[in-house]
Nanobody
C-alpha cells in the first residue's frame, strides 16, 4: 500500500500563488508516476498535472499550462505543485495520486491506484 498526504492548500486571491505538497509513504518503490487531479463543486474530477519519478515526461492540462509546475524530490518521496497566477476557476479540492505504471495513461483517473484525501484550494476574485 501507498499512503499519500497533501498539504499547502488554503485561500488566496486571484493572481496569487500556492504550493501544494504530496508526501508518499509505504510501498512507494512500486509506483512509477504521481499526479494531481482536482474536483470543483458539481463537477467531475479532472486531471491537472503528472510526473514520473524519473522526472520525465511531465503532463499538463491545457488549462494550467504556463501557470502550474510540478516537481518531485525522490529522496523525500514528495511531489510539489507550484500554482501561480491563480484564477477563481482553479477553486477545487486537489487530490494527489500515485500510479504503479501498469496503465501509462497518466492523464486519466484509472491510471492511478492510490489517492490522497484531498485538500481545498480556494481562489477569491
Amino acid at each position: 500500500q501507498v499512503q499519500l498526504v497533501e498539504s499547502g492548500g488554503g485561500l488566496v486571491q486571484a493572481g496569487g500563488s500556492l504550493r501544494l505538497s504530496c508526501a508518499a509513504s509505504g510501498r512507494t518503490f512500486n509506483t512509477d508516476a504521481m499526479g494531481w487531479f482536482r474536483q470543483a463543486p458539481g463537477k467531475e474530477r479532472e486531471f491537472v498535472v503528472a510526473i514520473r519519478w524519473s522526472g520525465v515526461p511531465t503532463y499538463y492540462a491545457d488549462s494550467v499550462k504556463g501557470r502550474f509546475t510540478i516537481s518531485r524530490d525522490n529522496a523525500k518521496k514528495t511531489v510539489y505543485l507550484q500554482m501561480n497566477s491563480l484564477k477563481p476557476e482553479d477553486t477545487a479540492v486537489y487530490y494527489c495520486a500515485a500510479s504503479r505504471g501498469i496503465n501509462g495513461a497518466y492523464r486519466t483517473n484509472y491510471a492511478y491506484e492510490y489517492w490522497g484525501q484531498g485538500i481545498q484550494v480556494t481562489v477569491s476574485s
